[in-house]
């Protein structure tokens, strides 16, 4: 039986500008039973050194998990008399379109929604253990393993989507066994893992009898309709049984494609994290799939979500796209789960008291972690999935100018920012290897090789601003357009990729060619151990001319149904190729500077760096820098300045430590009836926004010519040089914040939560103002012609703090006050009498800014 169909619509060109929400399973309710001779009313089971569990007999049923220094807080605990392992094999269709991705839940064939707890067995040394896990050189011991059925008792005859099959007085009944295992990792997380065993099936008639409540001969706590004269038979055999004699359809089914774990929630928590996410900070109440892919044009913002879904299947996206999802989050109430792997996730927050986790598998690993504040949460995350690097210091020193146009236009800019007294740290040219005009703007060629007739003179160009210790940065990414089209060019590295096998193959082990935009590209199958190899020779030449830097784009397009040299599967590998991609450059920067020597090898100015937007949950470890990839040229709350904001935050409470945004957005749109430009209003307002995260970079944008930019006039100009003064003048704490994030994980800009944790109005908080560090308040200016903000000052160990361009203290704590923040002067503000406030404010003055 096929259970998965994957449909393209790269190729329709009129669509449903309102396509329906995505068919999902519902969230699946099950009963809970226990062997009551094996488990006594109460019961604590040790888990390593730190964590516990308790059993309780009581409301039918409950396990909690808690760390010995807080046992009277759980960390996780199932729903009393509630099944908390459930699984399911159902059908499902992915339907892609240019690296969009829906995946819809069709018919379920089997149904083990109730579960048994046969046993809890503590296991003290691996001699003892036989169960179906590889048990690890550093496992800690004692570990806990809860052995039991999951089952289904019901008929459900309204919805012929249940395969159980009814003939006369005959059913069948579904069930399997599972091995839940509980270790301990390290003093502060504790790790699961769930099996299943093969689904089995009964035959029974209608006829039913009841088992009383503690019934002492089976030793069963439960109370659930029992069939009588039972036959159990496999799923592989047919013959020699009633089954057969009846002429009964044997289902043919070797395992599940559905795990859910389901646990208890409180009605007042509030979840955050997800990965990079665009629209909201809380997911109370929401759905969450966790599946890599384009962010979207407007995701939900009108009218160009209708314009971009009516063009393209599905463009628009919706309020849960991202490039960067992670199947992490944490909780209001100090608690905090991740899935490991890369299968694709849905995380069911819809009902107030309750979590259910969706896994398309058979198997689930993850983790849970202890911490006492957010801040410890995101460190003993970020301990285990990787934390980033140190910066170079000249990539946060001062502006990075992204532009396009050639060498005569580089120069032509460079000549004004001079004139401004601009600090700039680099030029990043993204059309460095030409482009095509399209419709939808001007694409590169992704072929990563200069256009020497956009660039003439390109290595004096590279040596001139070098000279001025002003970088040069260019782009790559993963994908190769065929460029027979291409005039003047060295190599084909499409054919060579070709000749190589290092591209990704469709089902008929051809070279998968995969519409993007415009036009098709074949894409590096970075699970071929040669890819590596070719691709850091191409990355080299780059480097040997003088560049020090690059957008490694893309990484979140890869089909669902791709062949990949290691023979995985497509779905999961989709999820993690954006890790792999960040994996290959980030060994290039490390080898790159283990091969200089000398004087060079000490030189931080030599050192390389590239920024990345797509990502899964241990990208962290390998990308040095992201950004938030295409943002509308609009004011607008999914995808325009304030998502720029809201990615920000929640990517920093996901591990990403250093995230910037596009300033001024990138999608602009010029149709008939639909336009969207960058204002001027917008492009200084989004200055003042990005001059106060990691990196201060700016963007032109897919139509450049539609767009005001930096360089557009004496206003913007000036307002340019201004924020890259502002930006400059808080590097001494910014280089603290970079060694900070390297050592524990903690983002440069976070959500106030972080910090103040217990203050309600804090955690309802989404754009509207954030930290940096935990010394500057930033509340940006996010609408058209608003001249003041609203501020709010919070609850916690301290309350004063000064506005940075009139010096007026603010105490109050948990208090509200306009703020006036007319363009150039946006609401900042920096902790009264702190080292920090008063450098900053120094730096200020001696730059002529205050």
């Known amino acids: 039986m096929e259970t998965i169909k994957i449909t393209k619509k790269h190729h329709k060109h009129l669509n449903n500008p309102f396509p329906s929400t995505p068919k999902s399973l519902p969230l699946i309710q099950g009963s809970l039973a226990f062997n009551c001779e094996k488990l006594s009313s109460h019961q604590i089971f040790t888990i390593g050194n730190d964590f516990e569990i308790l059993w309780s007999s009581n409301n039918g049923g409950c396990l909690s998990i808690s760390h010995q220094s807080k046992p009277?807080?759980?960390?996780?605990?199932?729903?009393?008399?509630?099944?908390?392992?459930?699984?399911?094999?159902?059908?499902?269709?992915?339907?892609?379109?240019?690296?969009?991705?829906?995946?819809?839940?069709?018919?379920?064939?089997?149904?083990?929604?109730?579960?048994?707890?046969?046993?809890?067995?503590?296991?003290?040394?691996?001699?003892?253990?036989?169960?179906?896990?590889?048990?690890?050189?550093?496992?800690?011991?004692?570990?806990?393993?809860?052995?039991?059925?999951?089952?289904?008792?019901?008929?459900?005859?309204?919805?012929?989507?249940?395969?159980?099959?009814?003939?006369?007085?005959?059913?069948?009944?579904?069930?399997?066994?599972?091995?839940?295992?509980?270790?301990?990792?390290?003093?502060?997380?504790?790790?699961?893992?769930?099996?299943?065993?093969?689904?089995?099936?009964?035959i029974r008639q209608r006829r039913m009898g009841r088992i009383r409540i503690r019934k002492r001969n089976l030793g069963w706590c439960w109370s659930l309709t029992r069939p009588k004269g039972f036959v159990r038979i496999s799923s592989t055999e047919t013959e020699n049984q009633p089954a057969a004699e009846l002429k009964i359809p044997i289902p043919q089914h070797r395992e599940f494609n559905r795990v859910f774990l389901t646990y208890s929630s409180e009605g007042n928590e509030r979840f955050y994290g997800f990965g990079e996410q665009f629209s909201h900070m809380d997911f109370k109440g929401k759905r969450v799939p966790i599946f890599v892919q384009e962010q979207g044009i407007g995701r939900g913002d009108q009218p160009i979500t209708f314009a971009a879904n009516l063009v393209s299947y599905r463009a628009g996206g919706d309020w849960s796209t991202t490039y960067a999802p992670s199947p992490f989050y944490m909780t209001s109430k100090m608690r905090s789960v991740y899935l490991q792997g890369y299968d694709y996730s849905v995380f069911d927050l819809t009902r107030v008291d309750r979590v259910q986790i969706q896994i398309h598998g058979n198997s689930v690993q993850g983790r849970i972690l202890h911490g006492n504040s957010p801040c410890e949460l995101i460190e003993h995350f970020t301990e285990t999935i990787g934390r980033p690097p140190e910066l170079p210091d000249w990539i946060v020193s001062g502006a990075v100018a992204g532009m396009q146009g050639g060498t005569d236009a580089v120069r032509r800019v460079w000549d004004a920012l001079r004139s401004y007294q601009v600090p700039v740290s680099a030029f990043w040219l993204q059309d460095w290897v030409g482009q095509r005009e399209t419709l939808i703007g001007s694409q590169l060629w992704w072929n990563w090789e200069v256009d020497t007739t956009r660039y003439k003179g390109w290595k004096q160009l590279l040596k001139d601003l070098n000279a001025h210790h002003v970088k040069v940065m260019t782009y790559c990414n993963p994908c190769l357009?065929?460029?027979?089209?291409?005039?003047?060019?060295?190599?084909?590295?499409?054919?060579?990729?070709?000749?190589?096998?290092?591209?990704?193959?469709?089902?008929?082990?051809?070279?998968?060619?995969?519409?993007?935009?415009?036009?098709?590209?074949?894409?590096?199958?970075?699970?071929?151990?040669?890819?590596?190899?070719?691709?850091?020779?191409?990355?080299?030449?780059?480097?040997?001319?003088?560049?020090?830097?690059?957008?490694?784009?893309?990484?979140?397009?890869?089909?669902?149904?791709?062949?990949?040299?290691?023979?995985?599967?497509?779905?999961?590998?989709?999820?993690?190729?954006?890790?792999?991609?960040?994996?290959?450059?980030?060994?290039?920067?490390?080898?790159?500077?283990?091969?200089?020597?000398?004087?060079k090898r000490e030189d931080t100015e030599e050192d390389l760096v590239f920024f990345m937007r797509a990502g899964f949950r241990d990208s962290p470890k390998w990308g040095m820098l992201f950004w938030e990839g295409d943002q509308m040229v609009s004011w607008q709350a999914n995808d325009g300045i304030k998502s720029a904001v809201v990615g920000l935050l929640s990517s920093g409470l996901s591990g990403y430590a250093f995230n910037h945004s596009d300033i001024g957005g990138y999608c602009a749109v010029n149709l008939p009836l639909i336009k969207y430009r960058?204002?001027?209003?917008?492009?200084?307002?989004?200055?003042?926004?990005?001059?106060?995260?990691?990196?201060?970079?700016?963007?032109?944008g897919n139509k450049p010519s539609f767009n005001s930019q930096f360089y557009s006039n004496q206003q913007t100009l000036s307002h340019f040089a201004r924020f890259a003064k502002v930006y400059r003048a808080w590097k001494f704490y910014r280089i603290k914040l970079v060694k900070e994030a390297s050592?524990?994980?903690?983002?440069?800009?976070?959500?106030?939560?972080?910090?103040?944790?217990?203050?309600?109005?804090?955690?309802?908080?989404?754009?509207?103002?954030?930290?940096?560090?935990?010394?500057?308040?930033?509340?940006?200016?996010?609408?058209?012609?608003?001249?003041?903000?609203?501020?709010?000052?919070?609850?916690?160990?301290?309350?004063?703090?000064?506005?940075?361009?009139?010096?007026?203290?603010?105490?109050?704590?948990?208090?509200?006050?306009?703020?006036?923040?007319?363009?150039?002067?946006?609401?900042?503000?920096?902790?009264?009498?702190?080292?920090?406030?008063?450098?900053?404010?120094?730096?200020?003055?001696?730059?002529?800014?205050?």
């Open 72 to 202: 009277a807080r759980p960390l996780w605990s199932s729903i009393p008399g509630k099944a908390f392992v459930s699984a399911a094999l159902a059908e499902t269709l992915v339907e892609e379109s240019r690296g969009s991705f829906v995946i819809k839940d069709r018919h379920i064939h089997l149904l083990c929604q109730d579960q048994t707890i046969d046993d809890i067995r503590v296991i003290n040394d691996q001699f003892h253990f036989d169960g179906p896990f590889t048990l690890h050189q550093n496992v800690q011991f004692p570990l806990v393993l809860i052995t039991g059925w999951i089952f289904s008792k019901k008929i459900k005859k309204t919805n012929q989507s249940y395969v159980i099959y009814n003939k006369k007085d005959i059913q069948f009944e579904t069930k399997a066994g599972y091995w839940l295992l509980f270790d301990q990792k390290t003093s502060h997380q504790i790790g699961f893992e769930l099996k299943l065993g093969q689904p089995n099936f009964a």
């Open 481 to 599: 357009a065929p460029s027979h089209e291409k005039p003047n060019r060295r190599r084909n590295l499409f054919e060579e990729a070709k000749k190589l096998d290092i591209l990704v193959k469709d089902k008929n082990g051809e070279q998968y060619l995969v519409p993007n935009t415009a036009f098709d590209v074949g894409m590096l199958d970075l699970t071929h151990p040669d890819t590596a190899s070719w691709f850091k020779q191409v990355l080299q030449e780059m480097v040997e001319d003088g560049v020090r830097g690059w957008m490694a784009d893309f990484g979140e397009g890869l089909p669902v149904d791709a062949i990949l040299y290691s023979g995985e599967d497509p779905i999961s590998a989709h999820n993690r190729y954006p890790e792999l991609w960040a994996q290959i450059n980030r060994e290039f920067v490390e080898e790159w500077k283990d091969k200089c020597t000398g004087t």
């Open 678 to 700: 960058r204002s001027e209003e917008l492009l200084l307002r989004w200055m003042e926004l990005n001059a106060f995260t990691t990196v201060f970079r700016t963007h032109e």
């Open 743 to 850: 050592q524990k994980g903690l983002p440069v800009c976070r959500h106030l939560f972080l910090h103040y944790p217990d203050d309600d109005k804090v955690q309802r908080l989404s754009y509207q103002q954030f930290l940096v560090g935990t010394e500057i308040l930033v509340v940006p200016i996010l609408d058209k012609g608003k001249k003041k903000v609203r501020v709010y000052f919070p609850v916690g160990e301290t309350s004063t703090w000064q506005h940075i361009w009139t010096e007026k203290i603010f105490t109050g704590q948990g208090s509200e006050a306009w703020v006036e923040a007319p363009i150039g002067y946006p609401a900042v503000f920096v902790k009264a009498d702190s080292i920090v406030g008063e450098t900053f404010r120094k730096n200020l003055r001696n730059s002529d800014i205050l």
